[in-house]
């Protein structure tokens, strides 16, 4: 568990053009803590160098779609949450499962 940490929802919510509509999946989400700092299922494969995404609606933390294992892909199937961001320190950013698109 990361301690007190909360995963800020400050990207922005239109592609930097504005051309993109708005995701109606971003609306009613609120700050979330994430549950570790690594991917489990990817720790459980022996598998750590993969880049992480959070799960926008609980927390959870999972490799990214360019990664082999996919795991964040596969949460977002099973729990039909759609919002994912990244975590790594850089340019903040939202992908959308629903969609296909960044948000």
């Known amino acids: ?31 979330v803590t994430p549950q570790s700092s690594f991917c489990r299922d990817c720790r459980a494969e022996d598998d750590r160098l993969a880049s992480l995404l959070i799960c ?3 927390g959870w933390v999972a490799c990214s779609d360019g990664s082999p294992n ?14 994912a961001a990244a975590m790594e320190p850089g340019p903040r950013w939202r992908w959308c499962y629903v969609h296909q698109r960044l948000v």
Do not use: F, W, Y
């Open 1 to 31: 568990m990361v301690s007190k940490q909360t995963e800020a929802l400050n990207a922005p919510v239109v592609s930097a053009k504005g051309q993109a509509p708005r995701c109606e999946h971003l609306d009613g989400l609120t700050p």
């Open 56 to 58: 926008l609606t609980c």
């Open 70 to 83: 996919q795991h964040a892909k596969a949460h977002s199937e099973k729990t039909d949450h759609p919002i």
